[in-house]
């Protein structure tokens, strides 16, 4: 493992234990207080909560994947139906959700629904959280109501110079800066609360291309179309990069990419697979100059130049002649 990689592994992993000690340190504190469970004296109310740290898996935030990981199982989505409201954790009917929820339900039910739909607009009604990272003065995580401008957003968080933010993590929609004025709401630009911004400097490909290989490192392999077409984009982006100034990538090698993408949207187990192309399309459609100037070759283009290859052998044997090299064919 690269020096880099271990470095901040070690950290992520110290950095989930102190976590950990934390929110049981304050789950002790509340056992203490009578603050948990059957100590509430809300009679026939009994809970309790338990703290497992995952591993980090991308995959397991879909619901049935994470609890397929609680169960002591490698993280992968179940086949629905049944669902986890029907059959969830030990066979049982769960609800799965997330923290923001609960401190949602907890606001509503202190101050009533009616307070809680006043905020918003009448289909996103309530406020969303946004972690805020990249190329801003500002970053951290922010709360706005759901339907603020996503250009609101990014003058709060010093985004003076942006040409595409990310909204709703790797998995969400690429925004060019010519759409800054969508609001943030399930009826127009839904976000998971992750917004990354991208300044000027940026090279769009190059985002989309790391997203590519991050996609294809966390998938959980169940599916061939996921397994092996988020290796295929990777492989085919690798291509167009070298490709740059060497003349060996071609539209041929975008339109491939094309294809990948439609096989992945329709032919996946999970939204992973389904959503893993969305950096890719959505970046071919609003920054398609990147594409174009690695895709410089009239005709196809094979991945290796075998010709080539066969120089050091040339130069060995002092062969010049015509068959000494390879013929080059073109698909029709």
């Known amino acids: 493992m690269h020096e880099a990689s271990l470095a901040g592994s070690v950290l992520r992993i110290v950095e989930q234990a102190a976590a950990r000690e934390g929110f049981a340190r304050v789950l002790r504190l509340r056992r203490g207080g009578a603050a948990a469970g059957a100590r509430c ?42 669902f986890p409201v029907e059959r969830g954790y030990l066979g049982r009917p769960t609800v799965v959700n997330n923290v923001e929820t609960f401190v949602a339900v907890a606001h509503i039910l202190r101050r ?9 607009t009448l289909q996103s009604t309530g ?13 951290g995580v922010y709360e706005y109501p759901l339907g603020t401008p996503l250009q609101r957003i990014l003058a709060d968080c010093g985004a003076a110079d942006a040409q595409a933010v990310q909204v709703g993590g790797p998995s969400g929609t690429c925004v060019p800066a ?49 397994r092996v077409g988020t290796e295929l984009v990777v492989r085919r982006l690798d291509k167009l990069a070298q490709a740059r100034g060497a003349g060996r990538g071609s539209a041929f090698d975008v339109e491939r990419l094309r294809e ?20 890719l399309r959505d970046t071919l459609a609003h920054f398609a100059g990147a594409y174009a100037q690695r895709a410089v070759a009239a ?30 064919e073109h698909p029709g």
């Open 260 to 279: 990948l993408d439609a096989l992945l949207h329709g032919g996946t187990h999970c939204g992973l697979g389904m959503s893993a192309c969305n950096p």
């Open 299 to 328: 005709d196809f283009q094979p991945d290796l130049d075998l010709d080539a290859l066969l120089e050091p052998a040339r130069r060995a044997t002092g062969r010049r002649d015509a068959a000494a090299h390879l013929a080059t």
């Open 178 to 226: 010519a759409q800054f004025g969508r609001a943030i709401a399930f009826e127009d630009l839904p976000s998971a609360g992750a917004l990354m911004v991208f300044d000027r400097s940026r090279d769009l490909f190059e985002v989309a291309r790391h997203f590519a290989r991050f996609f294809a490192h966390e998938s959980c392999g169940l599916c061939t179309p996921c």
């Open 112 to 120: 009533g629904s009616a307070w809680w739909a006043a905020i918003g």
């Open 127 to 139: 406020t969303k959280l946004h972690s805020v990272s990249g190329d801003c003065a500002r970053p």
């Open 41 to 82: 004296g809300v009679r026939g109310f009994d809970f309790d909560v338990v703290i497992r740290v995952g591993a980090g898996a991308y995959v397991c935030g879909e619901e049935s994947a994470l609890i397929e990981s609680l169960e002591g199982r490698r993280g992968v989505p179940r086949i629905r139906p049944p």
